[in-house]
Each structure stands twice: as structure tokens, then as C-alpha cells.
């Protein structure tokens, strides 16, 4: 199918915004806040790697499992907890989740020692677990259809955002107040951040503030759809397949440098703990830009041509291969700096054409289990077992031999993109004809 015929079935079935264009803007700061205290949260605890390693006597591996734990226990939950959230209200979800996650990293503070730390982390990953989902779903149902790359971008920008002050803060607090208070303030963040989004944002004013009847049905919960037609629905067409796996094998660069980037400069650039989680922080920086820009750029090229997307997705991953290849290859000094924060930009710039390309796919009545699978994907795949692998191989040969090898998945990814793209326009053509069935005397809409 042409881009003409693409075309024709986007605007089908365009979605119009459901509630006042400032009110939308309203949610999405709350919801891009929550983001950011989510990430702070789970990625603080890079910043005290070195205090850690050095009180418990604890190995990289071990080091690791601390933060990949967090992205497995999210990568098992995301799934049915969006589903949940899709059935009986992401509002409250949302609300819980917060609170979960929040009083989680309060118990890593209060960790007396490694198998204790190692539960809270648990714990923190099970509040987190669908969070990027469900808020990803809010914030596209109240938006144009046309700006659901930038939107998803700019959503998960927020857990890159988090990411820099979490390990930037966490450095600071831990060098002059020890690293259990790190992990404290993250905690008061989070919970001062859900009592203001509890008061601000209800199910029924996203669900349109406007009062057509018709979009408000459009973002209720739907708690009569058969799981099994959900399923389904959610794992339909290999172009689907291909945006979910594509995304999460290119999260294994960024997953593992936001991880072992602190780390990397403490030993081979002889930084201090605070200092290296700064600067580790700006590199990160490189990739919430990125994430941004290249959502932007994939929706201005891609709003006439949506299987462009896939194109965009491609060159993005093969750039990061080239950047991060090159960058630990060299030495340390300036060159291999600046070759690492080209990767960065590029390193998570597929996610908001992995976003756009999944809500297309979908009705979106689903949204917030089509994005849970693209999340166990991101987390299992990429924030789980990149670093994961960094840290087996460190103790074996060496931190910056280890991040030789990461990013050849970047190459594994935008091979799966460029297969992806084939079957595109076959595959959104079906999305009009889909039906998530509910039970048979079911008032509710599909």
C-alpha cells in the first residue's frame, strides 16, 4: 500500500483532543513530573554505586543487579497492571503506584544490608512497573493524533530528566549527607508530587472536559474487554512485533551507560563521587534532547508519510552503533567525550517513533497495554539485561572493554526496524476493523 492509501487510513481515523487545550497542558506537566520523580527514584542509586561497593564489599555484578532488578520487576508488572489500569481507571493506578514507589526507596534508606536493598529495589520496581504506560496513554488520549511521536518522546524524556537529577542530586546528598539520605529525598519528591496530581487530575475531566458524549466514552476505563481479544489485539501484525523489540534491543546502549556512566568516570577519568554523578548527568542530558528532537523530527517528516517513522527509527539506531563504537574504542580525554554524547542524543531517539508507530497499531481503548508490552520490551530487553551484561562482563575484562560490545544491539535494532516498515501499511490498515469484544450483555463500549 502507497503513502496515499497510509494517508487516507490515518486521517480515518484520527483522534480529535478531548478536553481544553490548557488543561491538557496541565496533565501532561503533571504527568512529565511524576516521570521525572519515577526515574530519580530508580536511577539514584548509580550515583552511590562507589559508596556502596566500598561499605558492603559488593561486585559489579552485584552492583548491577541492584538497578536491573528494578527494570525486571517492571518488565513482568508492566503488562497486567496496564491492563488493570485500561479496565478500571489509569487515574488511581497512577496515584498508587506513586505511592508504592515512593515508600520503596524510603525502605532502600532504611536498608540494613544488601538482601534487604536488593527487596526494596524489588519494591520499587513494582510501583514504577506500568507507570510510563499508563501515563503515556493519559497524555496521547488528550492530545491531536498528529503530535503522538513528540508526546511520547517528550513522556519518556522525563524518565532521562530523572535520570540526570537523580544521579546528580543523589551524588551531592551522598557525598555530604551519606548515601541512605539520597535515596530519602527521592522519596519525600515523590510523595509531594502524587498529592498535587491527586487534586488536579480526575478520570472524568481527561475524559472529556469538553462534554462530547463521544470522546468522553472514548477515554473511560474499559472494564469488560476480554482479556483474550486484548491480547490479541496487542500482539497483532509483525509490524507491531518489530516496534517492540526494535525499541527494546536499542535501549541496551542507554540502558547500560546511564547505569555505568558514573561509575566509568570515577575510575578512568579519576573523578570524585559527586563529580562524576554531574557529569555523568549532562551526558545524559545529550539524551533527553535527543529523545525530544528526534520525536519532533519523526513526526514533521512522518505526518504525510507515517511509514517514514520506521526510516527515521533505522538511521537513529545505526547512528548511535557508529558514535558509541567509536567512542570506546578510544581512550580517555575529550574526543571519546564527545563521541559519547553524540551516542547519547542518539541512543534513545527511537522511543518516540517506537510510541507513535505502537499507538497507531492499536485502538485506543488499549493504549495503556500496547505501550505496557513496548515498556516490558524497553525494561526487559534494554534496562534489564544491558546493564546486566555490562557488569558480568566488567568483572571479567574491564568497565570500558565491557561497553565495547553494547552497542553492536543498536545494528540488531535497526534491522528490525527496516523489517517492521515492510508490513506497515497492511498492518494499519486493520486497526479500523479491530473489535476488542466484551461480554455479550456489555454496555460498554469496545
Not at 506537566?29 to 564489599?57: G, H, Y
Not at 527521592?186 to 469538553?210: K, N, Q, S, W
Not at 516496534?243 to 566509568?264: D, E, T
Not at 575529550?334 to 510510541?355: E, H, N, R
Request: charged residues 15%.
Amino acid at each position: 500500500m502507497g503513502t496515499t492509501s497510509l494517508d487516507a487510513i490515518t486521517d480515518e481515523h484520527a483522534d480529535e483532543p478531548t478536553v481544553a487545550r490548557g488543561y491538557a497542558w496541565v496533565v501532561f506537566a503533571l504527568t512529565f513530573a511524576l516521570m521525572i520523580s519515577d526515574f530519580m527514584s530508580r536511577q539514584v542509586l548509580n550515583a552511590v554505586f562507589p559508596d556502596l561497593k566500598t561499605e558492603w564489599l559488593l561486585t559489579d555484578l552485584q552492583l548491577s543487579l541492584l538497578s536491573s532488578v528494578v527494570a525486571i520487576s517492571v518488565a513482568l508488572l508492566t503488562l497486567p497492571l496496564s491492563i488493570v489500569a485500561d479496565r478500571w481507571g489509569r487515574v488511581n493506578c497512577i496515584v498508587a503506584m506513586v505511592l508504592v514507589w515512593s515508600l520503596a526507596t524510603l525502605g532502600c534508606a532504611l536498608a540494613r544490608n544488601y538482601e534487604e536493598l536488593l527487596a526494596a529495589r524489588l519494591l520499587v520496581g513494582v510501583g514504577e512497573a506500568a507507570y510510563a504506560s499508563i501515563g503515556g496513554a493519559v497524555v496521547i488520549s488528550i492530545f491531536p493524533r498528529h503530535m503522538r511521536a513528540t508526546l511520547t518522546a517528550a513522556m519518556t524524556s522525563g524518565g532521562v530528566f530523572g535520570s540526570v537529577f537523580g544521579v546528580a542530586l543523589g551524588g551531592i546528598v551522598a557525598r555530604h549527607m551519606g548515601w541512605r539520605w539520597s535515596f530519602g529525598v527521592m522519596a519525600i519528591v515523590g510523595v509531594v508530587l502524587v498529592v498535587v496530581y491527586r487534586i488536579v487530575v480526575t478520570e472524568r475531566r481527561i475524559g472529556g472536559a469538553t462534554g462530547d458524549a463521544k470522546a468522553v466514552e472514548a477515554n473511560q476505563p474499559a472494564s469488560n474487554l476480554r482479556i483474550g481479544a486484548l491480547m490479541r489485539s496487542v500482539f497483532r501484525g509483525r509490524s507491531l512485533k518489530a516496534a517492540y523489540l526494535g525499541n527494546g534491543i536499542q535501549l541496551m546502549s542507554a540502558g547500560a551507560l546511564v547505569v555505568w556512566l558514573p561509575s566509568l568516570f570515577n575510575r578512568y577519568y579519576g573523578m570524585a563521587l559527586d563529580k562524576a554523578g554531574v557529569t555523568a548527568a549532562l551526558f545524559v542530558l545529550f539524551a533527553a534532547l535527543g529523545m525530544v528532537v528526534c520525536g519532533a523530527v519523526t513526526d514533521r517528516l512522518s505526518r504525510r508519510a507515517p511509514d517514514r517513522a520506521w526510516l527515521v527509527a533505522a538511521c537513529i539506531a545505526f547512528g548511535s552503533f557508529v558514535a558509541l563504537t567509536s567512542a570506546m574504542a578510544l581512550g580517555s580525554g575529550k574526543a571519546q567525550l564527545a563521541l559519547i554524547g553524540c551516542g547519547m542524543f542518539l541512543s534513545v531517539g527511537t522511543m518516540g517513533a517506537a510510541g507513535a508507530i505502537t499507538a497507531n497499531l492499536t485502538p485506543r481503548s488499549i493504549h495503556s497495554s500496547s505501550f505496557a508490552v513496548l515498556a516490558l520490551a524497553d525494561n526487559l530487553i534494554g534496562f534489564a539485561s544491558g546493564p546486566l551484561l555490562v557488569g558480568w562482563l566488567a568483572d571479567r575484562v574491564g568497565l570500558l572493554s565491557a561497553l565495547q560490545w553494547i552497542p553492536v544491539a543498536s545494528v540488531v535494532a535497526g534491522i528490525a526496524f527496516l523489517l517492521g516498515r515492510t508490513t506497515y501499511a497492511r498492518d494499519a490498515s486493520d486497526v479500523g476493523e479491530m473489535q476488542i469484544d466484551a461480554p455479550p450483555h456489555s454496555t460498554q463500549p469496545a
